[in-house]
Each structure stands twice: as C-alpha cells, then as structure tokens.
C-alpha cells in the first residue's frame, strides 16, 4: 500500500492509505491555516517581527524555494509582489510570459490566487489580466511609506506572500481522502517534497524536539522516497543562518562525526506550542 499523501509504503491488502504521519501532520496545516487565513483577512501589518507565525512562512517558504513541483508558484509570487511594491495593479499574461520561464499553463497557478482571493482574473483583448486585490495591496502597502526597502526585506515579503499559498496547497493536501481526490489539486499532482519536508520540520518542533539530525531528516524523507539530491538542498538551505540571508528556522548547528545536529529557533517552538495547545483544546 502507499500513502496518497507522502508516499511512504508498507504491506496491507489495500492500494492506498493515509499514514500516521500524514493524519497528524494535517491536523498542524488545518491549524496553521486557519490562524494565518483570518490574520491576512483581519490584521492590517503583516510584519514577520510583531506575527512570528509570518515568519514561520517566510523561513519555511526558504527553505523549500527550489522545490521543482511548486516553482511556478514561488516565481508567481516574487512578480507579483515586487509589482505591487512598485504600486502596479495589473499584471498582463504576456508580461508574466516574458519574465517567467515556464512549462506549464497558468490557469491553475491562477486558480489558486484567485481562490485565496489574492487577485482577480479578467479576459482583455485575448488575453488574460490580473487584477490584484485588497488583500494584495495590503500586503504591499504596509512598506510603502517612502522610505526604500532593503532587498532582505523584499525577500521575506516576496517568502510570506509565497508561503501563504503553498500553505494552501498543503491544505488542499491535507484534505485528500482518497486517491482520486488528486484531482483537485493544481496541476493535479501532490508536491510531496513540499508536504514531506515541512511535515518533518513542523512536526519535529510540534512534539516538543528542538533538535533533529541530518541522519534523522534523511531517514525520514528516504522512507518516502524523495531523491537524495532534494535532500542535500534541503541541507544546504538550513545552513544558511548567516544574517545576510532570510531563513531564521535554525538558529544553531553542530557536527559530531560527520552527522550534522540542527535546533530550531526559539519562536519555533513557542509557535508550534500555541498549534498544539490550540488542537488539545479542540479535541478536549
């Protein structure tokens, strides 16, 4: 049988299943959403530094940036918001054409944002336009006080933005019942990498861990059959803790024998303690 989340395998008499892993994890993304969701309606700043739980996107949003199956939407997201940082509220599919290099067609990345209410999409002369909404704006507009933006800045906003909609894809994920539901997702494919690193990440930090191993994520992922060469990415992503970058998941690191220990930062943990409690509570 195989796990129509993750993939992670195991004798039984069924095709498919739902592992513990990916039961639990769901619950964390339904959480996680949630909470964010009504802050992005409700909240008029948007600042990673007052709402840690944005910089958990943000950090998150790094560390699995150079996953191939969600590239699309990474790349969508920095347009989008370095255009509404210059103050445009259209964007033409031909300019996303010439500044996007892609295979696949953008209806189902523009579905997407549309559902998160993020833009609006209208027909012009043949050609598709986005409109970006409030909610877009908003976004935007709470770092447009004259004052010109550090490139670090503009990294993490374009990572939240990001963020924000890959946490809905997870969810979209987290939803999967059965197999056939895979039809509902973008593209209609589960960007397992995505799902299986940050199910190892989060859910490390939500059972109270806040150390984990290189052998430790490599075992997990390897389980699951993602390619040793996303692994060493994902490595190399959490080593960058130098201030110069923005991934601010680990804040310290340590190699004994050549097995590489990482602990997460501190507001982590915190954050992953308030999901906990919030899911007890529910349960109660």
């Known amino acids: ?13 069924e095709d ?11 619950k964390i993304v339904d959480d996680i959403y949630a909470d964010i ?35 699309i939407f990474y790349k969508l ?6 255009r509404a940082l210059n103050g445009v509220t259209e964007i033409t599919e031909d300019e996303l054409n010439r500044e996007i290099r892609t295979t696949r067609a953008w209806s189902d990345a523009f579905k997407v944002f549309e559902e998160l209410n993020l833009v609006k999409v209208k027909t012009e002369k043949y050609r598709r336009v986005l409109i970006l909404t409030d909610k877009t704006k908003k976004f935007a507009n709470q770092y447009l006080d004259g004052e010109p933006l ?15 909609v890959l946490l809905y894809i997870l969810k979209k994920i987290a ?6 539901d895979i039809t509902m997702l973008p593209y209609k494919q589960r960007p397992r990498t ?62 004994v024998g050549g097995n590489i220990t990482f602990k997460f ?17 529910r349960e109660r």
């Open 16 to 26: 498919f299943f739902i592992c513990e892993d990916c039961k639990d994890f769901s």
């Open 37 to 71: 969701d009504t802050k992005m309606e409700t909240l008029e700043n948007i600042d990673p530094d007052t709402n840690p739980i944005f910089r958990l996107l943000s950090d998150s949003s790094f560390v699995t940036a150079q996953n191939p199956q969600t590239a």
């Open 175 to 180: 939803e999967l019942d059965k197999e056939y």
């Open 150 to 164: 550090s490139e670090q800045i503009r990294i993490r906003l374009a990572h939240i933005y990001a963020g924000y």
């Open 194 to 255: 995505l799902w299986t690193i940050l199910m190892f990440l989060w859910a490390t930090a939500y059972n109270g861990r806040e150390k984990f191993t290189e052998e430790d994520l490599r075992a997990f992922i390897s389980r699951r059959r993602i390619p040793s060469i996303t692994r060493g990415r994902i490595i190399r992503s959490l080593q960058t803790i130098d201030g110069k970058f923005v991934q601010g998941l680990i804040k310290d690191m340590s190699i």
């Open 265 to 281: 930062e501190d507001y982590v943990m915190v954050e992953m303690e308030r999901v906990r409690e919030r899911i007890r509570e």
């Open 1 to 13: 049988m195989i796990c129509i989340k993750c993939g992670l395998t195991k004798r039984g008499e």
């Open 77 to 82: 997201c920095e347009f989008i918001v370095a």
